[in-house]
C-alpha cells in the first residue's frame, strides 16, 4: 500500500556485507539518516576473507565468533557473474583483475568495494565496531513509534557505546555459525574434528584420512581439494544418490569414496557408517552448513530463533509486531540474492519513511501461518524455511516494492549454471553452453543503458 508520506528516521544497520550495503544506500536515499556498525575491518561481510583461523574454535560452538568469513582460499562462485549484480550496478569484468565468469571470491569482495565508493558509503560505516546488544527502549512501545537501544564496542576498547535509533535493520549473514548434527560419540572423539567454516587449506590435511560429512556444494567442493593431498577422502551423505557430475570424480579418484551416514564415532578412531562399514580417521570435516543466530538481540522472546527458522517473520523480513521498526536484509537462501536483499532494502526504506504501509498485524500473521503450512505439507523440514527455490516468488516480492522482475535471461543462466555443475562438476565454471543466454544477457538493457558496453568474457 503506498502513502504520501516522506519521514526521516534515525536507522542503525548492522552488518557491511552486500545486504548491509544495498540497505544502507537505500536507506539514504529515501532521506534516512544511517549509521552502519561493522565488525571487521572493512566492508564485504562473508566475502572478506580472512586467512588467519588458528585461534577460532574448529566446531564454531562459541556464541560470538572471532572469525566472521567462512571462505576458503580456492573458492570460486558458483554463479556467473551476468546474473550477481545489482539492479543498476552490472559485475563487470575490470582489466587487471579475475577476469572469469566464475570468478574467485576476491573478485566479489573488489566488486563490493567498488559498489561502495561508487555509492560514497563508506562515511556512514563505523569498522571495527561489535554490536553487543540490540533492544527495545520501551518494552511497552510496540508499533510505529518503538524505539532501539543499541550498545556497541570498538575492538580492542572496553568502553560501551549507547545509542538510540528509531529502526534496526539486521544485516548480518547467516554463514558464519555452524550448524553441527548430533552423532553418537561426537563428543568424546580425541582426534581432529573441524567444521568447514574454519577451512582454509588442503595442506595440513597431507596423507590423512578425512571423512567429510555432508553433500553439499562446499562438501564437493572440498573434497576435489582434499583428494590431492590426502591418504583417503570418505564423503559421507544422508544420500547415496548422487549427480552424474560427482560420480564422475569418484570414479576419477581412487581414493574419494562415497558413504552413507555416520552411525557413531568411537574412541579408538573408528568411523562406523549406517551400513556397518567403518573406518579408521584422522579427522572428520563437518561441511553440514550454518545456522541463524542473533545473539545481540533481545525482543522479549518475539523473535526466535527455532531449528534455524527465524521467525514469526512477513515475507522472511518484517516480525509483525515490530515492523517495520526492526527489519531482517539476507535471510532468505537459495535465490540471486543481491538482487532480493536490493528489494528488500527498498521495501524497508520506504516503510520507514511513509511512502508504504504493511498489512494489519492479523493479516500479515495469517500469511505467515499459511506459509508455515504450505511447507509442512510440502514436507520441507523448519531448518529449510527459509529455503526459496523460487523465481515467481522473487517476484511476487518485488511487486510490494515496485521492484522489477527478474530478467529471464538472469533466471535462464541461473537455471544453465546450475544443471551444468550436477553434470560436469569439476568442469562447469569454466566449459559452458549458454552462449546464447550469455549475449542476450550483455544485450539487454541491464548492461547497455547502464554504460556497460565494454563488458567482456
Not at 540497505?23 to 529515501?30: D, H, V, W
Not at 572496553?158 to 548480518?172: K, P, S
Not at 495469517?366 to 503450512?373: G, P, T, V
Amino acid at each position: 500500500m503506498v502513502s504520501g508520506l516522506n519521514i526521516s528516521k534515525n536507522v542503525c544497520v548492522i552488518g557491511a556485507g552486500p545486504s548491509g550495503l544495498v540497505a544502507a544506500r537505500e536507506l539514504r536515499k529515501e532521506g534516512h539518516r544511517v549509521v552502519v556498525l561493522e565488525q571487521r575491518h572493512d566492508v564485504g561481510g562473508q566475502w572478506l576473507y580472512e586467512p588467519n583461523v588458528e585461534s577460532e574454535d574448529p566446531l564454531g560452538k562459541n556464541k560470538f565468533l572471532q572469525v566472521h568469513s567462512s571462505i576458503y582460499a580456492s573458492l570460486r562462485l558458483i554463479s556467473p557473474r551476468e546474473i550477481m549484480g545489482f539492479s543498476d550496478f552490472p559485475f563487470l569484468v575490470k582489466k587487471g583483475r579475475d577476469t572469469r565468469r566464475f570468478p574467485g571470491h576476491r573478485e566479489l569482495w573488489l566488486y563490493l568495494k567498488d559498489f561502495c565508493d561508487h555509492f560514497r558509503l563508506r562515511e556512514m560505516i563505523r569498522f571495527n565496531t561489535r554490536v553487543e546488544y540490540v533492544g527495545m527502549l520501551d518494552d511497552e512501545g510496540f508499533g510505529k513509534d518503538l524505539k532501539w537501544v543499541v550498545k556497541s564496542r570498538e575492538v580492542n576498547n572496553a568502553e560501551l557505546v549507547e545509542e538510540i535509533f528509531d529502526a534496526v535493520v539486521v544485516a548480518t549473514g547467516h554463514y558464519s555459525h555452524p550448524r553441527l548434527p548430533a552423532i553418537k560419540g561426537m563428543n568424546s572423539w580425541k582426534r581432529k574434528q573441524m567444521h568447514s567454516h574454519v577451512y582454509r587449506v588442503p595442506e595440513p590435511f597431507r596423507n590423512e584420512v578425512v571423512v567429510v560429512v555432508g553433500n553439499s556444494l562446499s562438501g564437493q567442493d572440498i573434497s576435489m581439494e582434499l583428494v590431492e593431498v590426502a591418504k583417503e577422502v570418505h564423503l559421507s551423505s544422508k544420500s547415496l544418490d548422487i549427480t552424474e557430475g560427482l560420480s564422475k570424480v569418484i570414479n576419477k579418484h581412487d581414493n574419494l569414496h562415497l558413504r552413507p551416514q555416520i552411525e557413531s564415532i568411537e574412541e579408538d578412531g573408528r568411523i562406523i557408517f549406517a551400513d556397518g562399514s567403518w573406518i579408521v580417521a584422522d579427522t572428520i570435516l563437518y561441511c553440514t552448513g550454518y545456522t541463524y543466530t542473533f545473539p545481540f538481540l533481545d525482543t522479549k522472546g518475539i523473535v526466535v530463533v527455532d531449528d534455524d527458522r527465524v521467525g514469526p517473520l512477513f515475507e522472511h523480513t518484517f516480525p509483525p509486531s515490530l515492523a517495520p521498526s526492526l527489519s531482517f536484509v539476507g535471510i532468505p537462501r537459495k535465490l540471486i540474492g543481491f538482487p532480493f536483499f536490493e528489494s528488500q532494502a527498498k521495501w524497508i526504506a520506504q516503510l520507514l519513511s511513509g511512502k508504504r504501509t504493511l498489512p494489519s498485524w492479523d493479516d500479515m500473521m495469517q500469511s505467515i501461518k499459511e506459509f508455515y503450512q504450505s511447507r509442512d505439507a510440502a514436507g520441507v523440514p523448519k531448518h529449510n524455511t527459509h529455503d526459496i527455490a523460487d523465481f515467481e516468488y522473487c517476484d511476487r516480492y518485488g511487486d510490494y516494492v515496485g521492484f522489477p522482475h527478474l530478467e529471464e535471461w538472469r533466471k535462464q543462466l541461473c537455471i544453465s549454471a546450475l544443471g551444468n555443475s550436477y553434470a560436469n562438476l569439476e568442469s562447469y565454471r569454466d566449459s559452458w553452453e549458454d552462449h546464447e543466454l550469455l549475449q542476450e544477457a550483455l544485450q539487454s538493457s541491464y548492461f547497455t543503458q547502464l554504460g556497460a558496453q565494454d563488458f567482456t568474457m
